[in-house]
Each structure stands twice: as structure tokens, then as C-alpha cells.
């Protein structure tokens, strides 16, 4: 049982490249979300999907979309990087918004 | 909004002694949970312990307890008889029930378990 995936753990872009980090999940959970890992902020919640075709935005959306074309997979994109978007990034999922969340590896994500 | 505060950025326990991770939040809501994680130098989240609001009792899970104190609005977290693989980041975290599941984390605190 795989659990939450994300591909790839590590990953350094130029400023203004575009690029997708990935998020399967193999458990049949409903709901998915990102969030990103800064020093000293703790985690904060970018975008989350309560279910196939619904997203939403969390907290920190500005510079990243989504989409969740199926149950299994919640790919976060980003458009243009900046260096600010430089963070450690965490996929999630769980079978309903009021049950505890399984976190994926993370990403690891340097724009220079 | 609801705010999560750790103020312990570093603590450090000797092994097989306890200690105590503080967490304070603020909410208006009265239905709730809290969290735990734990999160090693492998970078993964963990979960170590959750509390439902609703639930008087202090959730327990082997060495690690809490002290939920809702007037208050204090969840800390308790490990005993500590071990080296207990040293870690530490996330308190607040959900919503009507916010879709959405967790709010504490800036976290790191405490290292020594020989």
C-alpha cells in the first residue's frame, strides 16, 4: 500500500519555468490537499479538493492552480516560478473533511 | 480566523525523562479537532495524537498524552519515558468541522531527545 506519493522529492527551477508536482494516493480518500513548508510558519494549506472536480483555495492560493480530474490524483502546478514559491511542499489526503489527514514524502522546491 | 501558537520554538529532554510541549489556539467555534504530528529529520508528517473538542477525556496514545484545557484553549502534549527517536519537529493543529477540513499548524517545536 503506496499511501500519498509525490514525484519528485527534489527539484530546482529557474525563475519564470513552469512545472507540476505530482500527488497520487492509492486509498480511495475523498479529500486532498496541499500545503507548503516554510522555516519557522509551520505548514500552510494552498489548495484542497473535498472530491473529483472541486477544488478550492486554502490560505496561500496566489501562483498555483490545481485540478482533480479523478479521486486518485491532485497535481499542484505552478505557472511562472518565483523565488518566493521556494518551499518544501506536502500533499495530503483522508476519507472525509473531518477525519485525520496522511501526508505525502514531500517536495523539495528551489527557484532560483 | 483561528490562529495556532506554539511558543517553545526548541526544547530538549534527557532520555526516559518526560516532557511537555505547549499549544494554545483561538477559535470562536465550538466543534473542533486537534493534532498532533510529529515530523523527523526524514521530513515526513506523522501523526502522533488527535482530540475531539467534544470529548472531556484526554486523548492518549502509548507514551504520548495531552492535556486538552478547552476554556482555556490549551492542547499540550505530553511524552513519557522519552526516547531518541522521539527527536523531532512538533505540530500542534487545529480543523474546522465547517471550514472542509482545512488544518491550521502552530510554527512547530523541535525537541531533541538526548542520551
Known amino acids: 500500500n503506496a499511501g500519498v506519493t509525490q514525484t519528485p522529492k527534489f527539484q530546482v527551477l529557474k525563475t519564470g519555468q513552469s512545472m507540476t508536482l505530482q500527488c497520487a494516493q492509492d486509498?480511495?480518500?475523498?479529500?486532498m490537499s496541499w500545503y507548503r513548508q516554510d522555516p519557522g510558519m509551520g505548514l500552510r494549506l494552498i489548495h484542497y479538493s473535498v472530491g473529483a472536480g472541486i477544488t478550492d483555495q486554502g490560505e496561500v492560493p496566489n501562483g498555483y492552480n490545481v485540478s482533480r480530474s479523478t479521486t486518485e490524483d491532485f497535481p499542484l502546478r505552478l505557472l511562472s516560478a518565483a523565488p518566493s514559491q521556494t518551499s518544501v511542499y506536502f500533499c495530503a489526503s483522508s476519507t472525509g473533511t473531518q477525519q485525520p489527514q496522511h501526508f505525502g514524502d514531500g517536495t523539495r522546491l528551489s527557484i532560483l | 480566523a483561528q490562529t495556532v501558537t506554539q511558543s517553545q520554538p526548541e526544547m530538549s529532554v534527557q532520555e526516559a525523562e518526560t516532557v511537555t510541549l505547549s499549544c494554545t489556539y483561538d477559535?470562536?467555534?465550538?466543534?473542533?479537532?486537534l493534532f498532533w504530528y510529529k515530523q523527523p529529520p526524514s521530513r515526513q508528517m506523522i501523526l502522533v495524537i488527535r482530540?475531539?473538542?467534544?470529548?472531556?477525556q484526554n486523548a492518549t496514545e502509548n507514551r504520548f498524552s495531552v492535556n486538552f484545557q478547552k476554556a482555556a484553549k490549551s492542547f499540550s502534549l505530553k511524552i513519557s519515558d522519552s526516547q531518541l527517536g522521539d527527536t523531532a519537529m512538533y505540530f500542534c493543529?487545529?480543523?474546522?468541522?465547517?471550514?472542509?477540513?482545512?488544518?491550521?499548524f502552530g510554527q512547530g517545536t523541535e525537541l531533541s531527545v538526548k542520551p
Open positions: 482530540q475531539e473538542a467534544y470529548k472531556q
Open positions: 493543529a487545529f480543523m474546522s468541522l465547517n471550514q472542509g477540513g482545512k488544518l491550521i
Open positions: 486509498m480511495n480518500h475523498e479529500y
Open positions: 477559535t470562536s467555534e465550538s466543534n473542533y479537532y
